[in-house]
């Protein structure tokens, strides 16, 4: 089992002197094997959260346990794919994807072997001795997913993966995580702004509120989702049906109220 | 002539000619200088006879030792003290770059030291490490040292967070992180480092050996001015700056050899 529990979580931080509230006693638990998504607008400490469960940053206050234990510190039970992609430039591909396995201690000719597989999962043989400035924008992202999924992580934690791609290669990028979901499904939290790519993507979608953040709806996607069969629509296709509309607009309103709301927490 | 002079972007043979023409020129007007009279041989002797001096020294040896007998006695010694200050000072700043902990402790005294000219060092190191490798090795390895501190230092924190964030999240240690994220990261300012580090140890050795040794180039220096042979003092001179320019270009290649491999992403 390695379901993701944050327990009364909030995050202060110094901010000139005064006391900035990013989060406020969030709750939440993504079950086994659940893609859940995180919305809200930005600076509602939705990438906080990620960092937390990552280990990268700690809570004020509360605890976040993965798979039954208290995250203190990083660790490659749970893998982190970063917007900026995150691959060292002085390795090749088949080195960046190895790397977590290097750390494991696992001989070379079978972490060779086993980052070749990976990188065929993501439909990239024949690139493993390449530098990552060679690649594009997406191809680097497929490597730093296939990085991520070589550990065998029990959980997935992915912050705006697609957030600097082109739209044409975010799409794609979408359909090939849903794919590879399905063929390796794993726990994701998956942090975005992207309303679409949220009910595309994910079973759960959570909105967050901004200053200081907190949980505002927990939408459930599958219940539409199997009704309609998004599942065997290509992406354009699904975000045509009207039950994928309803939910992004429903998603929409919330986000807007939120805009609009006067801030709880000026400094 | 004046088109080179006056062109706005001269191009990389021009340069070369340029760089060739100055040489010439320099020599040139040194050699009418020595041999119009106007002063003496002893003040300042020739070029040719500088040069005819440091090649008799290939063949003939001159205080124990032919000319490059002493350059490789002083080159060894400054590839130990180089080596040394490298090996530490590397690791050093990497670390003190990667936990503020060990950055608070040690700067203050770092600070401190390098402002403390490596020749300062001589009294001591001869009474520690005596006048025949030890010592020497020392100085230099006090002039190499600080821009091999620094400049990994400087490195380790140009290096992107997210880069040592994703290491350690791979399930990278400390020492792995420093290893092969720290270090490949920041090796465009450690060469640079390394290069400077390499000239200060160079002047420091030369300026130790005038001191406290009885072999090496800086040796051959002070014994050719109590020969009263300044032409001795001149090759010597030469023999010591070409050494440090071949240092410097080997240097330089590594370092243009690692920028073009690192590619345009950080």
């Known amino acids: ?267 | 002539m004046a088109g080179i002079l006056t062109a706005a972007r001269p191009g990389r043979g021009q340069l070369a000619l340029l760089s060739v023409a100055g040489t010439a020129i320099f020599f040139g007007l040194w050699q009418i200088l020595a041999i119009s009279g106007l002063v003496s041989k002893f003040v300042l002797p020739s070029p040719t006879e500088v040069i005819t001096a440091g090649l008799t020294m290939v063949v003939e040896p001159f205080a124990g030792n032919t000319i490059q007998g002493h350059v490789i006695a002083s080159f060894g010694r400054w590839a130990m003290g180089f080596a040394l200050a490298a090996g530490i000072g590397i690791p050093l700043g990497l670390a003190m770059g990667y936990w503020r902990v060990l950055d608070a402790m040690v700067s203050p005294i770092f600070e401190a030291y390098r402002y403390i000219a490596p020749l300062a060092w001589v009294p001591f190191a001869a009474l520690w490490f005596g006048t025949g490798i030890g010592g020497p090795v020392m100085v230099i390895f006090t002039g190499a040292f600080a821009p091999c501190v620094l400049n990994a230092y400087r490195g380790a924190h140009l290096v992107e967070r997210h880069l040592i964030e994703a290491a350690r999240t791979l399930g990278a240690g400390s020492l792995r992180v420093m290893a092969e994220v720290l270090l490949p990261g920041a090796l465009p300012s450690v060469v640079s480092g390394l290069r400077v580090g390499a000239g200060l140890g160079w002047q420091s050795l030369i300026g130790a050996e005038l001191i406290v040794v009885s072999s090496g180039i800086g040796y051959v220096l002070v014994q050719g001015q109590s020969n009263l042979a300044p032409e001795i003092v001149i090759a010597a001179m030469l023999a010591v700056g070409l050494t440090g320019l071949l240092i410097d270009i080997a240097l330089r290649f590594a370092e243009s050899r690692i920028r073009r491999r690192w590619g345009q992403t950080a």
């Open chain 1, 1 to 267: 089992m390695s379901e993701i529990v944050f327990e009364g979580i909030s995050k202060v931080f110094p901010r000139g002197g005064a006391a900035f509230t990013a989060l406020s006693d969030v709750s939440l638990g993504i079950p086994d094997k659940q893609f859940l998504a995180i919305v809200g607008p930005s600076g509602c400490g939705k990438t906080t959260l990620l960092r937390m469960a990552a280990g990268l940053e700690a809570p004020s206050s509360g605890i976040v346990r993965v798979g039954g234990r208290p995250v203190n510190g990083p660790g490659a039970d749970r893998a982190v794919v970063f917007q900026q992609f995150a691959l060292f430039p002085w390795k090749t591909v088949r080195e960046n994807i190895a790397f977590g396995l290097k750390c494991k201690g696992m001989p070379r000719a079978k972490r060779d072997e086993l980052a070749l597989h990976y990188l065929e999962l993501m439909g990239m043989s024949g690139t493993e001795d390449n530098y990552p400035h060679q690649l594009s924008g997406g191809m680097q992202q497929r490597v730093a997913i296939a990085r991520s999924y070589a550990i065998e992580p029990q959980v997935l934690l992915m912050d705006e993966p697609f957030g600097s791609l082109d739209a044409q290669t975010r799409t794609l990028m979408q359909e090939e995580l849903i794919r590879i979901s399905r063929v390796n499904p794993r726990t994701v939290l998956f942090i975005t702004h992207g309303v679409e790519e949220a009910v595309y993507l994910a079973d759960r979608v959570v909105v967050l509120t901004r200053s200081p953040g907190r949980i505002t709806e927990i939408i459930d996607v599958r219940p539409v989702r199997e009704a309609e069969g998004w599942d065997r629509l290509a992406s354009e296709e699904a975000l045509e049906m009207p039950g994928f509309g309803h939910l992004r607009a429903r998603i929409w309103r919330l986000l807007r109220q939120e805009m609009q709301a006067p801030s709880t927490d000026q400094t």
